[in-house]
């Protein structure tokens, strides 16, 4: 009859603690998961926006003081350009990795069919860049404006006949892909004919431009190697004071702050360096999309900390009412203890090593879970693995530790109260 009886406190206590372990597991698991995507998601969440279009625009130094000054837009073909040779440069800044494509453009205008005037651009589209490195960088507004709807199919910078057009302009026009259009640039002796590839809609101004190889307008311009401006797409941190103080005056920062502001990927701070290496560029972040994909940044991340925080909570409760419903089912083996001249710090610290070794098995088996859970939301979220980051481990150690005794604390205050003549006499 005894032996049947512990048997079954036995066997009662192991499903308490299995459980215990279980709602650690659970917990962890999340947490490390949403700790790993947390801490990994700042380039993949830019890397998403990044197809969303620039958010640094190089422009000729001196048109942009004319705007600086008068707030006076200056036109292209003013006299003001870059050259198309600095162009690989950026590609050799502190924060080359971080620049994930660009496009220059030279816009002018061209005389249609009907006579009305029509807003031209010249780019890249899929362009093959040398660097001065001795490699090649793919740039253009393919991967720069990967957003667009195009009908139909991208111009090749190979081929000087094709045009993009702008739904918009299209619809005016009444053309489709397929169809040419004769045109006549500014600045060129004859209309040239032109063979739309694709119709693009973007949701912007461009939708009443066409897009051309570059090389053909700066062919009609006899501008060869110039070019008017340079949208570039760079994976950025998002802005603090530091960071907006520099972009006010560089030169008013300290020697350490200018090494930390250098350093990290700002907006700012990478616009310069693209300045240091572009002769004559002035280059500006565009403000809404940079301080939008921080605002982005931090608000996932901190939807993530709050999962983790609510995860968290949820194991303590668990564990505590656990522990505390093991507490009363024990009453009588604990009253017993006590009545033998066990003290309740022995007693306590019993039921809590108990605790701790079920958690700590329980937040392994979460952890692993976790790394794999992370994985699941990396490659259905984001499309790539999320990196297993070491300081979480230590920071799970912590957090597993932190939740089993924040919910033992109610079984522990349960446990001292116990009087074993009461307890032990069924009161």
Request: glycine share 10%; charged share 15%.
């Given at each position: 009859?005894?032996?049947?009886?512990?048997?079954?406190?036995?066997?009662?206590?192991?499903?308490?603690?299995?459980?215990?372990?279980?709602?650690?597991?659970?917990?962890?698991?999340?947490?490390?998961?949403?700790?790993?995507?947390?801490?990994?998601?700042?380039?993949?969440?830019?890397?998403?926006?990044?197809?969303?279009?620039?958010?640094?625009?190089?422009?000729?130094?001196?048109?942009?003081?004319?705007?600086?000054?008068?707030?006076?837009?200056?036109?292209?073909?003013?006299?003001?350009?870059?050259?198309?040779?600095?162009?690989?440069?950026?590609?050799?800044?502190?924060?080359?990795?971080?620049?994930?494509?660009?496009?220059?453009?030279?816009?002018?205008?061209?005389?249609?069919?009907?006579?009305?005037?029509?807003?031209?651009?010249?780019?890249?589209?899929?362009?093959?860049?040398?660097?001065?490195?001795?490699?090649?960088?793919?740039?253009?507004?393919?991967?720069?404006?990967?957003?667009?709807?195009?009908?139909?199919?991208?111009?090749?910078?190979?081929?000087?006949?094709?045009?993009?057009?702008?739904?918009?302009?299209?619809?005016?026009?009444?053309?489709?892909?397929?169809?040419?259009?004769?045109?006549?640039?500014?600045?060129?002796?004859?209309?040239?004919?032109?063979?739309?590839?694709?119709?693009?809609?973007?949701?912007?101004?461009?939708?009443?431009?066409?897009?051309?190889?570059?090389?053909?307008?700066?062919?009609?311009?006899?501008?060869?190697?110039?070019?008017?401006?340079?949208?570039?797409?760079?994976?950025?941190?998002?802005?603090?004071?530091?960071?907006?103080?520099?972009?006010?005056?560089?030169?008013?920062?300290?020697?350490?702050?200018?090494?930390?502001?250098?350093?990290?990927?700002?907006?700012?701070?990478?616009?310069?360096?693209?300045?240091?290496?572009?002769?004559?560029?002035?280059?500006?972040?565009?403000?809404?999309?940079?301080e939008s994909e921080g605002a982005i940044l931090q608000k996932t991340q901190l939807l993530m900390l709050l999962i983790t925080v609510l995860s968290l909570a949820g194991s303590a409760l668990g564990?505590?009412?656990?522990?505390?419903?093991?507490?009363?089912?024990?009453?009588?083996?604990?009253?017993?203890?006590?009545?033998?001249?066990?003290?309740?710090?022995?007693?306590?610290?019993?039921?809590?090593?108990?605790?701790?070794?079920?958690?700590?098995?329980?937040?392994?088996?979460?952890?692993?879970?976790?790394?794999?859970?992370?994985?699941?939301?990396?490659?259905?979220?984001?499309?790539?693995?999320?990196?297993?980051?070491?300081?979480?481990?230590?920071?799970?150690?912590?957090?597993?530790?932190?939740?089993?005794?924040?919910?033992?604390?109610?079984?522990?205050?349960?446990?001292?109260?116990?009087?074993?003549?009461?307890?032990?006499?069924?009161?």
């Amino acid at each position: 009859m005894f032996w049947r009886m512990l048997q079954g406190a036995l066997a009662r206590q192991r499903r308490r603690l299995f459980m215990v372990a279980l709602t650690i597991a659970l917990g962890v698991s999340l947490t490390t998961a949403m700790l790993n995507v947390m801490l990994d998601v700042g380039d993949k969440v830019n890397r998403e926006l990044k197809a969303y279009g620039a958010n640094i625009t190089v422009t000729p130094r001196a048109a942009s003081v004319v705007k600086d000054l008068y707030g006076v837009e200056t036109a292209e073909g003013s006299g003001q350009y870059l050259q198309e040779a600095d162009l690989g440069k950026i590609k050799t800044i502190f924060w080359a990795n971080n620049i994930v494509t660009f496009a220059p453009s030279l816009l002018t205008d061209a005389v249609g069919p009907d006579g009305q005037t029509i807003p031209i651009v010249g780019t890249w589209f899929d362009h093959e860049l040398p660097l001065p490195t001795g490699d090649t960088a793919s740039t253009g507004i393919k991967a720069l404006k990967s957003w667009w709807d195009v009908q139909g199919s991208w111009v090749t910078d190979t081929d000087n006949q094709g045009a993009m057009v702008g739904s918009l302009l299209a619809a005016k026009l009444g053309l489709r892909a397929g169809d040419t259009i004769a045109i006549r640039l500014v600045g060129g002796q004859q209309a040239e004919r032109f063979t739309v590839t694709g119709v693009f809609n973007s949701g912007g101004n461009e939708d009443e431009q066409i897009f051309v190889p570059l090389r053909k307008v700066q062919q009609a311009l006899q501008l060869d190697g110039k070019i008017g401006k340079v949208e570039v797409s760079a994976i950025t941190t998002p802005e603090n004071e530091l960071a907006r103080k520099a972009a006010q005056d560089p030169k008013s920062l300290s020697l350490k702050e200018w090494e930390t502001w250098y350093c990290t990927a700002y907006v700012s701070s990478i616009s310069y360096q693209i300045e240091e290496v572009v002769n004559g560029a002035r280059a500006k972040p565009v403000r809404q999309v940079a301080e939008s994909e921080g605002a982005i940044l931090q608000k996932t991340q901190l939807l993530m900390l709050l999962i983790t925080v609510l995860s968290l909570a949820g194991s303590a409760l668990g564990i505590s009412n656990l522990l505390s419903a093991s507490v009363m089912e024990r009453s009588k083996e604990i009253g017993l203890l006590k009545a033998l001249g066990a003290t309740d710090g022995a007693v306590a610290l019993l039921v809590l090593v108990e605790t701790l070794l079920a958690g700590a098995g329980g937040g392994l088996v979460g952890y692993f879970a976790g790394l794999g859970f992370a994985q699941i939301i990396g490659w259905s979220v984001f499309g790539s693995a999320v990196a297993a980051k070491g300081m979480v481990i230590p920071l799970v150690m912590v957090l597993v530790a932190m939740v089993t005794l924040a919910g033992s604390l109610p079984a522990m205050r349960m446990l001292l109260t116990l009087r074993p003549a009461e307890v032990l006499h069924g009161r």
